[in-house]
């Protein structure tokens, strides 16, 4: 688990395909890799990726094609600057929300513009994610904690203020980049749970409709 506070800005040092995915090597920067072992959790751009090898100034990980098909892994590339956080401990202040790092799909920023000494993103979230994204609820960007300002449809406002745009890659966003997105973990559990007995039922038929809403009193 995570928090969405970023701890450093590393870079991709190297991609490399092995035996249908990747394996990826990262330059940490100022992250702090001293109580980090093999096997531990660190966030690259919000993804949850386990350290397979720590060389020292860096660390490598092996990159499924799981991760590659559902988040924006496959727009990096050798120097490309990504967000790190290392797994939270029992002891460490949470200041975002509790966030997975098992990204929910991939969202496009659609306008910049200033808003004082803060930048207002507008994004567009795939269709079917829609629906998790609520105006003053969180929301993981790029393993970001944020807070949306505002909903329309499938897009959503956020307001970066100036020390998340110099200690995250958000400054470098510019129309049209690609962002990995993680919904909110209990709108996520929260679906799941009106459903009730129909959770059993085969996929496809077992999804939230009004009618279904209606049908139980929550319309």
Do not use: W
């Not at 506070?5 to 001293?34: M, Y």
């Not at 559902?70 to 050798?78: D, S």
């Not at 799909?105 to 000494?117: C, K, L, P, T, Y």
Request: charged share 20%; proline share 3%; hydrophobic share 40%.
């Amino acid at each position: 688990m995570f928090t969405g506070i970023i701890e450093a800005v590393g870079q991709i040092r190297s991609i490399t395909p092995k035996g249908g995915d990747v394996r990826v090597e990262v330059a940490t920067g100022k992250l702090d890799l001293s109580d980090v072992k093999l096997g531990d959790s660190i966030a690259v751009n919000g993804i949850c990726l386990t350290a397979v090898a720590l060389p020292g100034d860096g660390f490598a990980a092996d990159v499924s094609r799981e991760t590659l098909e559902r988040t924006g892994f496959v727009n990096l590339k050798q120097g490309s600057q990504v967000n790190l956080e290392k797994a939270l401990t029992p002891t460490t202040r949470l200041g975002g929300h509790l966030v997975s790092g098992h990204v929910d799909g991939v969202g496009e920023i659609i306008s910049r513009e200033d808003n004082a000494r803060a930048i207002q993103f507008k994004v567009r979230a795939p269709k079917e994610l829609a629906r998790y994204i609520a105006m003053k609820g969180s929301i993981t960007v790029d393993g970001v904690s944020l807070t949306v300002n505002a909903v329309d449809g499938a897009e959503f406002e956020l307001t970066i203020v100036p020390h998340t745009l110099q200690e995250t890659i958000m400054g470098e966003y510019r129309s049209g980049s690609l962002v990995n997105l993680e919904i909110d973990l209990i709108a996520r559990y929260l679906e799941r749970l009106l459903l009730g007995d129909k959770a059993a039922e085969p996929a496809g038929s077992s999804t939230l409709s009004q009618a279904f809403l209606a049908e139980h009193g929550f319309l």
